[in-house]
């Protein structure tokens, strides 16, 4: 858990991922597309990414635990959490206080 939340506050915007996810690489792109540039840690490829990913799981509560996103080094969610904000107009203001975007 240390480690999640040692990574998790290293940049404004920090995204846990596996590789092969399809719903991982939409919440990255959603990201890219608007303008953010997040550390992405893909657990499949980290030597401990299994340990990080039981963490996470403990952390949300459910399983799987990927995508799961942190903003301004606090959990925000995975994907439905992340779609509602954005489909609310409410993402983009969260990344802007946390100084992921500038515009």
Known sequence: M???MRLASQKAVVI???SSCCMCHT?????CELGVNPAVHELDEDPRGKEMEKALVKLLGRSPAVPVVFVGGKLVGSTDKIMSLHLGGK?????????????
């Open 16 to 18: 846990f991922s596996l």
């Open 27 to 31: 919440i990255k792109r959603l990201f």
């Open 91 to 103: 993402l983009t203001p969260l990344l802007k206080e946390a100084g992921a975007l500038w515009l």
């Open 2 to 4: 240390d480690r999640v």
